[in-house]
């Protein structure tokens, strides 16, 4: 699996972390729990307007299957650089009829 990020999406970090911690986070692969394994890369997303998230995602290691998985908040989408917030407006806008040049500018940081 070399090269192959996996990834979890987790509706709180702070729940998902107390059931990291506590042994309770069962792994999607097998019938193993994960155990915390350091953090994944920083990074930086942009929100709405001019803002931006910092966010170090938690990583967790299955003793079982020996995968190790990233949580990644519902906040963020896989390998994007925007935030859900702002997709979820583009396609919205989208939808609506707006070509990609207004959603951008639209979205755009002030």
């Known amino acids: 699996m070399s090269g192959v990020v996996l990834v979890m999406v987790v509706s709180g970090l702070d729940q998902a972390e107390q059931l990291l911690l506590g042994g309770q986070l069962p792994c999607p692969h097998c019938e193993g729990l994960l155990r915390p394994f350091g953090d994944g890369r ?5 929100g709405l307007g001019s803002g931006r998230l910092t966010v170090t995602p938690r990583r967790a290691g ?6 190790t998985q990233i949580l990644l908040p519902t906040a963020l989408t896989v390998r994007r650089a925007d935030s859900t917030e702002v997709i979820g407006n583009a396609l919205v806008a989208k939808a609506q009829g707006a070509g990609v040049r ?3 500018a639209r979205l755009r940081p002030t």
């Open 62 to 67: 299955c003793a079982g299957c020996g995968r």
């Open 102 to 104: 207004s959603v951008a």
């Open 42 to 46: 920083t990074r930086i997303v942009r």
